[in-house]
C-alpha cells in the first residue's frame, strides 16, 4: 500500500519554486522582495527570542516547585515528630 506524503503533492521542485518566485516580483515588485525578506528574517528572530523567553521562564517555574516541595517536605515530617509528653 502507498501512504500520502506528509505535504499534499510534496515540496515545490525547480519549476513550481520559478512559478511562485515570479509570483512573489509580479505582486510585490522587485525592490520590496528584499525589504520582505528582512523583515521575515527579523519577526523570526523576534519569535524566537521569545519562545526561548518561555522556555526560560517555564524551567524556572518547575525549578522553584521542586525546590518548594523538597522544602516543605521536613517541615511537615517535624510537624508529625513533636508528640505531646503527658
Given at each position: 500500500m502507498l501512504t500520502a506524503p506528509a505535504f499534499i503533492g510534496g515540496l515545490p521542485g525547480g519549476m513550481e519554486f520559478a512559478v511562485i518566485l515570479l509570483l512573489a516580483?509580479?505582486?510585490f515588485g522587485a525592490n520590496k522582495i528584499p525589504k520582505l525578506a528582512r523583515s521575515?528574517?527579523?519577526a523570526m528572530g523576534e519569535f524566537q527570542k521569545g519562545r526561548e523567553e518561555v522556555e526560560q521562564e517555564l524551567e524556572e517555574i518547575r525549578d522553584g516547585d521542586v525546590s518548594a516541595d523538597s522544602e516543605s517536605e521536613p517541615s511537615t515530617d517535624s510537624?508529625?515528630?513533636k508528640t505531646?509528653?503527658?
Amino acid at each position: 500500500m502507498l501512504t500520502a506524503p506528509a505535504f499534499i503533492g510534496g515540496l515545490p521542485g525547480g519549476m513550481e519554486f520559478a512559478v511562485i518566485l515570479l509570483l512573489a516580483v509580479l505582486l510585490f515588485g522587485a525592490n520590496k522582495i528584499p525589504k520582505l525578506a528582512r523583515s521575515t528574517g527579523q519577526a523570526m528572530g523576534e519569535f524566537q527570542k521569545g519562545r526561548e523567553e518561555v522556555e526560560q521562564e517555564l524551567e524556572e517555574i518547575r525549578d522553584g516547585d521542586v525546590s518548594a516541595d523538597s522544602e516543605s517536605e521536613p517541615s511537615t515530617d517535624s510537624d508529625t515528630d513533636k508528640t505531646p509528653t503527658n
